[in-house]
């Protein structure tokens, strides 16, 4: 199968680059809906020829989840980037038509017994993964394109290195005026004491992970806030101290949201494939168990 | 979640992405391993382990099995043993469990439980009516054929859950089943249907009636000349005079009122001959065939005594009863050629033919004598095998003794004697008759050289039965021991036909002089004391014929041979001389004391009616017996036996109908019954109402009632009519009522369809429903009109047999 990514080249020449990727991901949205739409309508024809539609959205499960163990097995086995990017793009895709297959062979409803229970289960949280996966992947790759780190370790030397320039700004004295002789304010200590008070811990600490999860800025804003405060009663030297430190904090923002970004693609690796083995196991125990007890009608 | 908030810190502590897949795997191998090892752990160790495999609950009506193998015929009881259900076992297996609590006929398996034949016929049908009609297949069902043709499914059998899904809910539905689900097997398809169902064909009728009604005569012809003549009858005002809703299945049979209610008025007296205008009302049941007896003695046939002056011809109930054996049917094919009553050109093989036959004819009626009427049905079958007491009872309507007795007495009187004279032959030398059957017939073909003639003549100066062969002597002397035990004693105090004391001393003196005595077999012999035959009275024909008025009755004669050097134990006793003697001067003793329920004339009364016996008796006179038995029963006429038919739902008839009817094709004699049963001028009329079938294969049958709702199981249409009949008035489809559906086809060739056998082959007294009058209800936004609404999957009705409980047995547990 193939899946577009975008429009060819010559064709793409008219468009600009967004609308062709638009465009390639429209038509791959419009293959799954008629692939998924074909499945129904093959398994409402096998159910109406005397058969029980349950063995062939179970086969049609059963086959998408090797075809998925197969493209995990290419992926890890190391092609060139290329075609990597094409093999994660058809599991991707092969996962989204696979959930059509699930609801059919579930009859759309909850299960009624355990094993059905572990079962639904198992796909439920292997599909809900492989979605998060979906959307990692594509943080991943903004993040790339942004110049983050991937790493979590490469991200926490990144923000160990933010916290000492923010230090290192924060303790840096300013220059006296010296045309007017006036009374020197107090801004090395307004600074000093946002440093303190707001950007030690802010540095210091992620944060909450479920806010980062949500992207919310709300600790950001805060101290944007502050350092807002400050501005007003800063002169112009103080006001280009707070703006690089005001730089330094949207940095760590954003560092924050990558660091949980790789956190979560760890826990996702942890679970994602690991359950995707256990629901293999369960799904052939489940065929053996269904072709034990079967009457014949399939 | 802690754990996996560690683990995920611990591999972000190792950082690098790849270090983390390859620790990622290891855990996926390891969940892996831990989910085998807790599917088998759970297995093993829940004590319902099989439960927790089952995919969901079973309806409520199955929620009480416990076990997985009361369903699952593989399955097996132990922990793993449902693993065996992957090796597969008996076809059918769990079906076949199915059938356990729910009766589902021996064609379950295919479509509709219904016979292969029933399909293919089905099948055929249908493809003629495809190629016939315009009509656009639905793309989906094209489809779904290409796809997946249902015809494999139905190839390998029809399994119960092809249809029926359980491990669905307690509520599902399991009889639930789509109009696509029963389009994927038809040669017709649609989606709907009031767009695009075909026409009916010919519904309601896949026959012609069981009972022959012609409405249109009776609408037309019938019933307004009753009116005229007797405007007190009732006339049917209404078709609910005589039709409905039947009792027996409820609401939606229509059934048939029954002949008291709707015929009797005008047809009873059909049945039970009061409206006969010429011929015998009864049917002669036994009947003395009347026999060239001069040509018989002359050629010194031995045939013992045979009334000269019958006429009657052999009933066909005689040659049913006869061919219950072989040497019976032997006797029935080799004298079947021949005028018994002019036997001057029969050959010498067809005279030992004839004799024999004689004896068989008055072994016959020995036998019924001494051991019942039935006796004389030994050895017959029905659809059902030998025949039951209730059958044999039917068949002989209660057959009294002393009818026969009566009958024996004054048309063979020394039956008893002569009869315990014969050697007892077994029925099993059969070798014997058939080379006797076979002579007769190459006889009859071919004319006997001269040679063969005298030798044949000679034979018949042998015993005339033969002796089995190979017969030992000590056969032999137990069969003359057999015969000295037959021979009946003197009579010193009789009553009512019936000896209550016997003289043993008379016998004695009787058996002394018994050797100085010329027999009377040596003097009928001689020519002289033989009385010339009557003048032949009018030809008598029982059965379908006129019967002649009684005639006189002439003295017995005595054909026999000589037999003085026979052994004195073989002389008649004094008082059967003194009988032989009062018959040849006509003056039979019986005459001057008849037994109860017989006549003492010759026109004799039904028997079992004593009072109308002594009556007749008394009076001297000939009273008129057919008239006597006119509410049915017994009576002897001339030389036969007549039954004369007891009303509608005579159970001598139906039973000898319903005998004879399924062997009528291959066997002579029942079919000699059938025919004269049926025939258009038979006595009770049976057939002029019920139809005959003739089936392929199972024979002729009479239908005796009219369509019941067990007759339409098989098929596949059903149709309720109170419902509809509820509705009708006020649907502004008809205003005819009934006719608005069924309209009266008055120039139908109704009747004649009837002329044939086969029931398929009809035509109707109604215009077949249109499926248009249907639509006018049964519309999409309307009625129902799924196709499970008026056809049932399964053509006969699954039924749920009793359970198998053993009674308790007195002191047991």
């Known amino acids: 199968m193939f899946v577009i990514s975008r429009l060819p080249k010559r064709r793409t020449s008219l468009l600009s680059a967004g609308a062709a990727v638009m465009a390639g991901r429209t038509l791959t949205l419009l293959a799954g809906v008629c692939l998924c739409a074909a499945i129904f309508v093959l398994i409402k024809l096998y159910g109406r020829a005397l058969r029980d539609a349950r063995y062939l959205d179970g086969w049609i499960l059963a086959g998408g989840m090797v075809g998925q163990l197969a493209l995990h097995a290419a992926i890890k086995t190391g092609f060139s980037r290329k075609l990597l990017a094409r093999i994660r793009r058809l599991h991707i895709f092969t996962g989204y038509v696979l959930i059509a297959a699930f609801a059919s062979h579930t009859a759309f409803s909850l299960p009624d017994t355990k094993l059905e229970w572990l079962l639904w289960s198992g796909f439920a949280i292997v599909t809900a993964s492989g979605i998060l996966g979906t959307y990692l992947a594509r943080l991943q790759r903004n993040a790339a394109r942004e110049g983050l780190p991937a790493t979590v370790d490469g991200i926490a030397k990144r923000r160990d290195a933010l916290m000492e320039q923010a230090e290192v700004f924060a303790a840096r004295a300013l220059q006296a005026n010296a045309v007017l002789g006036l009374p020197k304010p107090p801004q090395d200590a307004w600074i000093a004491g946002l440093y303190a008070n707001h950007l030690a811990s802010y540095f210091g600490k992620p944060g909450n992970a479920v806010r980062r999860a949500f992207r919310s800025k709300r600790q950001m804003q805060r101290i944007m806030e502050e350092i807002a405060d400050l501005t007003v009663y800063a002169d112009t030297a103080a006001n280009v101290k707070l703006a690089e430190i005001r730089a330094l904090v949207i940095e760590n923002d954003r560092l924050n949201w990558a660091a949980l970004r790789a956190k979560l693609t760890i826990g996702w690796m942890l679970v994602h494939v690991p359950i995707t083995y256990g629901l293999v196991v369960l799904g052939v125990f489940h065929i053996i168990v269904v072709y034990s007890f079967s009457s014949g009608a399939w | ?813």
Not at chain 2, 66 to 77: I, L, M, P, R
Not at chain 2, 293 to 318: C, H, Y
Request: aromatic share 6%; net charge neutral.
């Open chain 2, 1 to 813: 979640m802690f754990w996996f908030g560690r683990l995920v810190s611990l591999c972000a502590q190792r950082a690098a992405p790849v270090l983390s897949s390859a620790l990622r795997d290891r855990i996926a191998i390891l969940v892996a391993f831990l989910t085998i090892i807790g599917i088998g752990a759970a297995t093993s160790m829940m004590p319902t382990s099989t439960r927790l495999l089952m995919p969901g609950p079973l309806t409520s009506a199955h929620a009480s099995l416990q076990s997985c193998s009361a369903c699952h015929a593989n399955s097996g009881f132990g922990k793993w043993t449902w693993l065996r259900g992957l090796i597969g076992g008996k076809p059918h297996g769990d079906s076949k469990a199915c059938a356990g609590c729910h009766s589902i006929g021996e064609h379950a398996f295919n479509a509709h439980g219904a016979r292969l034949d029933v399909l293919k016929r089905s099948t055929r049908h249908a493809e003629k009516r495809a190629a016939t009609i315009a009509m656009a297949i639905p793309k989906s069902a094209m489809l779904q054929s290409m796809a997946f043709p249902a015809s494999q499914m139905s190839a390998r059998g029809i399994e119960c859950a092809t249809c029926h899904q359980e491990h669905q809910g307690a509520q599902f539905e399991l009889t639930a089943m789509s109009d696509e689900q029963c389009r994927s097997c038809h040669t017709i398809k649609f989606d709907s249907f009031d767009r695009d169902h075909p026409a009916f064909d010919g519904y309601p009728f896949t026959r012609r009636t069981r009972i022959i009604y012609d409405h249109a005569s009776h609408f037309s012809k019938h019933f307004p000349e009753v009116a005229k003549k007797s405007p007190t009858k009732n006339i049917p005002q209404t078709c609910a005079n005589c039709h409905v809703t039947g009792a027996d299945a409820g609401k939606s049979f229509m059934g048939v009122a029954t002949f008291e209610q709707a015929c009797a008025a005008c047809h009873a007296n059909q049945i039970n001959g009061n409206e006969r205008a010429i011929g015998p009302k009864g049917i002669a049941f036994l009947t003395v065939p009347g026999l060239d007896v001069q040509t018989l003695k002359s050629r010194n046939a031995n045939i013992g005594e045979w009334p000269e002056d019958s006429e009657a011809a052999l009933s066909p109930f005689m040659k049913v009863m006869l061919s219950r054996t072989k040497r019976g049917r032997a006797l029935l094919t080799a004298v079947a050629g021949l005028n018994l009553q002019d036997l001057s050109r029969a050959n010498a093989a067809q005279m030992t033919a004839v004799s024999n036959f004689v004896w068989e004819i008055k072994s016959l009626f020995n036998d019924m004598l001494s051991n019942g009427a039935g006796s004389a049905l030994r050895g017959l079958k029905d659809a059902n095998g030998v025949l039951s007491a209730d059958a044999v009872a039917d068949l002989t309507a209660h057959l009294p003794h002393d009818a026969i007795l009566a009958a024996q007495r004054e048309w063979l009187p020394s039956l008893a004697l002569e009869m315990s004279r014969r050697k007892v032959t077994s029925d099993d030398a059969d070798g014997v008759w058939e080379e006797m059957r076979e002579a007769a017939n190459i006889e009859t073909r071919a004319e006997p050289s001269a040679q063969s003639r005298a030798e044949a003549e000679e034979k018949t100066d042998e015993e005339t039965v033969p002796e089995p062969a190979g017969a030992s002597a000590a056969e032999k002397k137990r069969a003359q021991s057999t015969s000295v035990k037959r021979d009946p004693r003197p009579c010193q105090v009789r009553l009512f036909g019936q000896c209550l004391l016997h003289n043993e001393q008379n016998h004695k003196v009787d058996a002394a002089e018994a050797g100085r005595r010329p027999t009377p077999d040596s003097a009928f012999s001689d020519g002289q004391r033989v009385p010339q035959p009557a003048k032949s009275p009018q030809a008598m024909r029982v059965g379908l014929g006129d019967v002649a008025a009684p005639q006189k009755k002439s003295a017995v004669k005595i054909a026999d041979k000589d037999t003085s050097e026979a052994d004195e134990l073989l002389f008649p006793t004094a008082d059967e001389l003194r009988e032989i003697e009062a018959l040849t001067k006509g003056k039979s003793p019986l005459r001057a004391a008849p037994a109860p329920g017989v006549l003492a004339s010759p026109a004799t009364a039904p028997a079992g009616s004593t009072d109308a016996a002594d009556a007749a008796a008394r009076a001297g006179s000939d009273g008129d017996a057919e008239s006597w038995a006119a509410s049915g029963g017994w009576y002897r006429q001339d030389y036969a036996i007549l039954y004369r038919p007891a009303g509608h739902k005579d159970k001598f008839m139906a039973a000898w109908l319903r005998l004879t009817a399924r062997q009528s094709a291959s066997d002579d004699a029942s079919n000699a019954v059938f025919a004269a049963l049926t025939h258009k001028d038979a006595q009770g009329a049976c057939s002029k109402c019920h139809s005959i079938d003739t089936g392929a294969n199972t024979g002729r049958s009479v239908n005796f009632s009219p369509a019941k709702a067990a007759d339409a199981a098989g098929r596949f249409t059903r149709f309720s009519h109170e419902p509809h009949m509820a509705v009708m008035p006020n649907s502004g489809i008809t205003d005819k009522g009934c006719l608005g559906c069924h309209a009266l086809q008055k120039d139908s060739p109704y009747l004649k369809s009837f002329e044939q056998g086969n029931p398929a082959s009809f035509a109707s007294n109604f215009t077949p429903v249109k499926a248009e009058i249907c639509r006018s209800c049964h519309t999409e936004g309307k009625a129902r009109q799924d196709c499970q609404l008026c056809h049932s999957y399964h053509v006969d009705q699954i039924g749920t047999p009793e359970a198998a409980t053993k009674t308790l047995l007195l002191g047991g547990d």
